[in-house]
């Protein structure tokens, strides 16, 4: 594998089958050149399935193929398209009473039904179950949508691309490499046999096989076991062997991950507490949700006081967040209007009623706040998503959100996860039309 390196440094492309996988090589390949003593490399061509699939669809869009004439929805606009579609046949509450997961199962069952080639009208005939039936009926109802609206749902793209590629629209690389499939679904094939009949040397890469070896320890308590943790994976990536290494841990819930996390980050990448956040070489599945976040918390708090009224204990967390500007200034003045609102016990807030309060003991949060009543004005009329964004970067701003310390790590890819979730907001206006505000902040 560590000629891959010399493949890339000449221009190869390295496709592997998930985000992470991707993020993983290309920090090797970073380490690979440092290792070589180079100041300064020329990034590796290393993408993700899913996001190499959207760069051949702009080559398309910009050279008039077949696949770039339709529009293609980006992962929200395709589940906005579903949950429309199953709105008006009743097939929400179908899918809620039934089994499978709901709508996420419906879409992974629909990706499927692309990357194995099972033709549409051929699977209505052989439906026997209900569940099939109903998936069957919904499935062509979801094409006949994409057809008449002139959409692409990305599970779509691999046919298309393969004909663009054919006929010249989209270029090919000398060598392209795929990491990650045990086998490649017929669609793939299919696209991999377009690559190669352009003139492209494309070839699968093998995982490392494991040796499989087992041990069993005990220990006195879940500190010693999660230093024992550490202490093996520092002995594993001492070989340079570049083998990726996995804890598996049968009760997350019990564990701080967070801290696991930043051991081990401490022992591969001592640079990461200095902010080089990007490509850090450790991630943990079942790190929290960006909605349990401090720094997003605060904000759907400052958007719900915006939209309407909040539970007195959520505007008290509203008032005390340092994720305000002038939260830490300002502290106990903003622990006492919390402690004034508690005392009263009013089960609910507005914004105005908490501007009201009579010897307001924050100055600069009364600024703040006063700054968000004058956008409040302008949030009954329905828009467009993508101007809920600019209303909502607006007021955030004027709330003097995020705050006015220096932001940690973690805080920093919570921002950059709350921009890409309000760029997935933006992009459903194609799909959504106008929309009230409740219904933005649903996204």
Not at 375 to 396: A, C
């Amino acid at each position: 594998m560590n000629n891959i390196f010399t493949e890339l440094e000449q221009g190869s492309v390295l496709v592997c089958a998930t985000a992470r996988q991707a993020r993983h090589w290309r920090w090797r390949f970073d380490r690979h050149q440092q290792a070589l003593g180079r100041r300064g490399w020329l990034a590796p061509a290393v993408h993700a399935w899913r996001p190499w699939l959207n760069e051949l669809w702009e080559q398309s869009l910009l050279t008039g193929g077949s696949a770039g004439s339709l529009g293609l929805l980006n992962d929200a606009q395709a589940e906005l398209a579903w949950r429309e579609l199953l709105t008006a046949d009743s097939g929400v509450e179908r899918l809620a009473a039934g089994t499978g997961g709901g709508l996420r199962a419906l879409r992974r069952a629909w990706r499927t039904l692309h990357e194995w080639s099972i033709d549409q009208e051929a699977l209505v005939a052989e439906a026997r179950t209900p569940d099939a039936i109903a998936f069957a009926g919904w499935a062509l109802s979801y094409r006949d949508t994409l057809q008449t609206r002139g959409w692409l749902d990305p599970a779509q793209l691999y046919l298309l691309l393969a004909e663009d590629i054919h006929s010249g629209a989209i270029s090919v690389p000398d060598r392209l490499y795929w990491l990650g499939w045990v086998e490649h679904p017929p669609a793939l094939t299919k696209l991999d046999r377009a690559l190669a009949a352009a003139g492209c040397h494309t070839r699968r890469l093998a995982a490392a096989v494991s040796d499989n070896r087992v041990s069993r320890e005990s220990f006195v308590d879940r500190a010693a076991e999660q230093r024992a943790m550490v202490d093996w994976l520092a002995e594993a990536a001492a070989d340079e062997s570049g083998h990726c290494h996995g804890l598996v841990l049968a009760e997350p819930s019990a564990w701080s991950l967070r801290s696991l996390r930043e051991q081990i980050l401490d022992l591969l990448e001592p640079a990461w507490r200095n902010g080089a956040t990007a490509g850090l070489p450790v991630q943990v599945d079942r790190e929290r949700r960006l909605a349990d976040t401090g720094l997003a918390r605060a904000a759907l708090l400052l958007l719900r006081l915006a939209a309407g009224r909040v539970d007195y204990r959520d505007a008290g967390q509203v008032l005390r967040s340092p994720y305000l500007a002038g939260g830490e200034a300002e502290s106990a003045g903003r622990a006492q209007l919390d402690l004034r609102l508690r005392a009263e016990r009013q089960p609910d807030l507005s914004l105005a009623e908490i501007l009201d309060i009579t010897e307001f003991p924050a100055p600069r949060l009364r600024e703040l706040l006063r700054a968000m009543q004058g956008r409040q004005r302008d949030s009954g009329t329905p828009r467009y998503p993508d101007d809920w964004v600019t209303w909502i970067e607006e007021l955030l701003t004027a709330a003097g959100w995020p705050g006015d310390r220096q932001p940690g790590a973690d805080e920093e890819a919570a921002q950059l996860a709350w921009q890409a979730l309000l760029e997935r907001l933006g992009s459903l206006g194609p799909v959504a039309g106008r929309m009230p505000l409740a219904a933005a902040l649903r996204w």
